[in-house]
């Protein structure tokens, strides 16, 4: 069975930088797309951004283009998160998932999902 762990959040001050990991651990390794999300306090689960593994290809919400990049190790089966220029409304629990289709904001196409690691940004 897929395992999903996430890292690296905590608290930062606006325009700082945070990078979070996904560490993928078991069975079922083969995944199609490995996607982030983050849910903030009183809102639903969004996708932020999601990389299709077979293409290489890389989307991202408009909300986070250009300040997030999404990365995957592949020999450590770990993918990543780097976040630039972080904004008070970044503030959220963000969340690894997989799944076996093409890139997707829907949060009812990804199998797999970690525990989630939060991301506070405050001044």
């Known amino acids: 069975q897929l395992k999903l762990v996430e890292s690296g959040g905590g608290s930062v001050q606006p325009g700082e930088s945070l990078r979070l990991s996904c560490a993928a651990s078991?069975?079922?390794?083969?995944?199609?797309?490995i996607a982030w999300f983050r849910q903030a306090p009183g809102k639903e689960r969004e996708g932020i951004t999601c990389?299709?593994?077979?293409?290489?290809?890389?989307t991202y919400a408009d909300s986070v283009k250009g300040r997030f990049t999404i990365s995957e190790d592949k020999a450590s089966k770990t993918a990543y998160l780097q976040m630039n220029g972080l904004k008070p409304e970044n503030t959220a629990v963000y969340y690894c998932?997989?799944?076996?289709?093409?890139?997707?904001?829907?949060?009812?196409?990804?199998?797999?999902w970690g525990e989630g690691t939060l991301v506070t940004v405050s001044s």
């Open positions: 998932a997989t799944g076996y289709h093409a890139c997707s904001g829907d949060v009812d196409l990804f199998n797999t």
């Open positions: 078991g069975s079922n390794l083969g995944y199609y797309t």
């Open positions: 990389l299709n593994r077979r293409q290489g290809t890389k």
